[in-house]
């Protein structure tokens, strides 16, 4: 695929133009990143409110019914349903089972176990085993 750049500081508003033989969930998933305009979801911790960056988030976790995120070096609570923040979130994010999402750029590496599991390592040392089911779209997603 050829990408071609303009770049005018004067235009009054920014556009992309795709020409495509067909289209693929791929290109679907770039054009919803293109057109989402909320780059951040509101998590909660202690009682207060914090706006978290999605570049910022390294897992989304369900645990006893309740949806978690982690950042680096804290987790928050998000009134909401996975599905819900699934959502919101770009194409980065990719289910890892029915209860988490991992930013696939802040994996650190796949530990395949001797029963034949998958556990993804994150950089911030989270671990989060990876079900069976979404082995290979998460094999898709990082192009192995």
Known sequence: MKIKFHIDEHLPEEKAEFWLRKMTERIRQITEDLTSEKDFVWCYQRGNAFSINFSDIYLIQVENEKTYVYTETENYLYK??????????????????????????KLDHLQILSDGNVDAILKNNLTVQISRRKIKNLKEVLGL
């Open 80 to 105: 909401g349903r996975l599905y819900q923040i699934q959502q919101l979130l770009p194409s980065d994010f990719v289910m890892a089972s029915r209860s988490a999402l991992v930013n696939c750029h």
